[in-house]
Structure formats: structure tokens, C-alpha cells
């Protein structure tokens, strides 16, 4: 367990350090309205893998990546009956759920619920999450209780002025690897949109 758990942190930081020679793949997504740092997007459907934690923000973070990513790098059962290795994706997303947290990762657009192995860790599950619209804003640093916080307020007041109606709770997203310096950390605060009555 130990040295998967090793290879899995070398492989995440391989995988963005190489970010400049190959591209790390994000859910595609049409900008309906924006005014930097925010944005109104509408997302495509896609597969996500995702687990439920519970704890504070940061060590649920820190647990559900490394369960997810057990998934991704081979702890799971194909349809061959072999272990099959996913593409990374960014983000990773985490958001309140119940009294806990639920991460996840998005999966690479050409796979379905049907072509991905099954996941072998029973606290990870494959979701159709489908097409919706959210709110963004985009921010740098590290993403602690108090920048949250705050992000999310100005979002929420960004949402107001353009009569924009939340339909979910906020969610964290983080596009880069742990040892990114701070001011070229990319970081989002996502609110999903209620639909259109």
C-alpha cells in the first residue's frame, strides 16, 4: 500500500511538472458571459470518479485525493479483468456534502460509465453528472478557509448582479500540483446556476 500510495504522488507531480509538454485535459465548457475574474459557463456532461469524506477541508482533501487517485493509477478492474490506468484530469473538485466533503475527478472525455474499469475501493464511485450551467470566479493562492470564503462571497455578489439564481453549493476547484508557487496557482470557486423557469 505504501509504495502505491508513492507511486501515485509521483506520478500526480510527473504528470503537471510535464503539464508544458503535454496538455492536461479539462471538461469542455462554452463561456456565456464574462468578466474576468468571473465567468458564466455552461459544461458539457461528463464522468466524474468521486469519494465522500468526512473531517476538516484540508485532510478530507488530502484523503480523497489519494483515493481517487488509487482509481486512476490502477486500483480498480477492467472489463478484461486487468487493471487499466486513466489519463489525469484537472481539476480536482471538492464540495460540502451531508456533514462531510465529496471529491472528484473528472474523467477523460472519450470514456462512459460502460468503458471505465470498476473501481475496487468501494468509498469510490462513478457519477453521470449532466450538462449545467455555473458561475466561476478565478483566483490564485492557496486555497484556505479564509480565501474561500471570501471568493465565494464575491461570486455570490457577482451572481446577484446578474440576476444569476444558485442551484447548488459552491465547489473548490484546484488545477495544479501541490508544489505550484502560490501566485501561479490556478483556483476556482464553481456555483452551479438553477435552471431557467
Given at each position: 500500500m505504501r509504495l502505491l500510495l508513492a507511486s501515485i504522488g509521483i506520478c500526480f507531480v510527473n504528470l503537471f511538472y510535464m503539464g508544458?509538454?503535454?496538455a492536461i485535459e479539462e471538461p469542455p465548457f462554452r463561456v456565456l458571459?464574462?468578466?474576468p475574474p468571473f465567468e458564466y459557463r455552461l459544461y458539457s456532461g461528463f464522468v466524474v470518479a468521486e469519494t465522500e469524506l468526512a473531517g476538516d477541508f484540508d485532510a478530507a482533501s488530502r484523503t480523497g485525493f489519494r483515493r481517487v487517485a488509487g482509481y486512476i493509477f490502477g486500483d480498480n478492474q477492467a472489463?478484461?479483468?486487468g487493471i487499466r490506468k486513466i489519463e489525469m484530469t484537472a481539476p480536482v473538485t471538492v464540495e460540502p456534502k451531508d456533514q462531510g466533503w465529496r471529491l472528484h475527478f473528472v474523467m477523460p472525455s472519450a470514456e462512459s460509465l460502460s468503458s471505465l474499469?470498476?473501481?475496487n475501493n468501494p468509498d469510490v464511485k462513478l457519477r453521470q453528472?449532466?450538462?449545467h450551467a455555473v458561475a466561476v470566479v478565478r483566483f490564485?493562492?492557496?486555497t484556505t478557509q479564509g480565501a474561500?470564503?471570501?471568493q465565494t462571497s464575491k461570486l455570490r455578489k457577482w451572481m446577484v448582479s446578474k440576476q444569476l439564481e444558485a442551484g447548488g453549493t459552491a465547489q473548490v476547484a484546484r488545477y495544479n500540483d501541490p508544489f505550484t508557487l502560490p501566485w501561479r496557482r490556478r483556483n476556482e470557486i464553481l456555483i452551479p446556476i438553477?435552471?431557467?423557469r
Amino acid at each position: 500500500m505504501r509504495l502505491l500510495l508513492a507511486s501515485i504522488g509521483i506520478c500526480f507531480v510527473n504528470l503537471f511538472y510535464m503539464g508544458h509538454a503535454m496538455a492536461i485535459e479539462e471538461p469542455p465548457f462554452r463561456v456565456l458571459q464574462s468578466e474576468p475574474p468571473f465567468e458564466y459557463r455552461l459544461y458539457s456532461g461528463f464522468v466524474v470518479a468521486e469519494t465522500e469524506l468526512a473531517g476538516d477541508f484540508d485532510a478530507a482533501s488530502r484523503t480523497g485525493f489519494r483515493r481517487v487517485a488509487g482509481y486512476i493509477f490502477g486500483d480498480n478492474q477492467a472489463q478484461n479483468g486487468g487493471i487499466r490506468k486513466i489519463e489525469m484530469t484537472a481539476p480536482v473538485t471538492v464540495e460540502p456534502k451531508d456533514q462531510g466533503w465529496r471529491l472528484h475527478f473528472v474523467m477523460p472525455s472519450a470514456e462512459s460509465l460502460s468503458s471505465l474499469p470498476r473501481p475496487n475501493n468501494p468509498d469510490v464511485k462513478l457519477r453521470q453528472v449532466p450538462e449545467h450551467a455555473v458561475a466561476v470566479v478565478r483566483f490564485s493562492g492557496f486555497t484556505t478557509q479564509g480565501a474561500i470564503e471570501e471568493q465565494t462571497s464575491k461570486l455570490r455578489k457577482w451572481m446577484v448582479s446578474k440576476q444569476l439564481e444558485a442551484g447548488g453549493t459552491a465547489q473548490v476547484a484546484r488545477y495544479n500540483d501541490p508544489f505550484t508557487l502560490p501566485w501561479r496557482r490556478r483556483n476556482e470557486i464553481l456555483i452551479p446556476i438553477a435552471p431557467t423557469r
